[in-house]
Structures are given as structure tokens and as C-alpha cells.
Nanobody, 125 residues
Framework: QVQLVESGGGLVQAGGSLRLSCAASGRTFGSYAMGWFRQAPGKEREFVAAISWSGGSTYYADSVKGRFTISRDNAKNTVYLQMNSLKPEDTAVYYC??????????????????WGQGTQVTVSS
């Protein structure tokens, strides 16, 4: 079992920045990959970013590439999502997820085994 708790969401103006955190517990954090997804009202949950167990490999959706950075601190059991140059279309509930046993692709929700409860990010224009 893995428990995930997100924090750091809030209201920010367009062009601003936020850093989301996701604290994990329950299994050795450095043994599995992590991902961030988001879901806007009326839309499906979509991939944002993922990071390998070591932090050596990262993956991003085209819509956030160059603006968002995923990182992890295995000593603190935490994964981060630094979000810069935020746009109103980034408004969504952001979820972190744990991928215990890699199957096919970090880009799909079915790949992940555990999810956090989500944190709201609202970007005003």
C-alpha cells in the first residue's frame, strides 16, 4: 500500500508560479516511478509529467514542456511539480500517482496503482 498526499495548490494570476508537493508513505519511495495528472471540470484526467524511480528520467506533456518541472527527493519521500508561466488553461485538480510495477507507458492513468486526493490549482486571467 502507498498513501499519497498532495499540497501546494491555490489561486494564482496568469504568468505566476506554484510548486506542488506529494508526500508518499507505505513503501520504499525510491523503488517506484511517480506521475502528475490533472483534471479540469468536464474533461478527462490527463497526463502532465512523470519521473523515474531514480529521478534520472522525466517525461512531460507537450502542453507543459518548458514551463513545468517534475523532481523528487527520495530522502524526503516527496515528488514535486514546479509550475511556471501558468496559464488559465492550467486550471484543474492536480493528482499525483505512484507506478509500482511499470507495464507500458507513464502517459496513461491505467499505468498507476495509487492516487492522491488531488489539489486544486486555479489560474486567473
Amino acid at each position: 500500500q502507498v498513501q499519497l498526499v498532495e499540497s501546494g495548490g491555490g489561486l494564482v494570476q496568469a504568468g505566476g508560479s506554484l510548486r506542488l508537493s506529494c508526500a508518499a508513505s507505505g513503501r520504499t519511495f525510491g523503488s517506484y516511478a511517480m506521475g502528475w495528472f490533472r483534471q479540469a471540470p468536464g474533461k478527462e484526467r490527463e497526463f502532465v509529467a512523470a519521473i523515474s524511480w531514480s529521478g534520472g528520467s522525466t517525461y512531460y506533456a507537450d502542453s507543459v514542456k518548458g514551463r513545468f518541472t517534475i523532481s523528487r527527493d527520495n530522502a524526503k519521500n516527496t515528488v514535486y511539480l514546479q509550475m511556471n508561466s501558468l496559464k488559465p488553461e492550467d486550471t484543474a485538480v492536480y493528482y499525483c500517482a505512484a507506478d509500482i510495477d511499470y507495464r507500458s507507458s507513464y502517459y496513461y492513468t491505467d499505468e498507476y496503482d495509487y492516487w492522491g486526493q488531488g489539489t486544486q490549482v486555479t489560474v486567473s486571467s
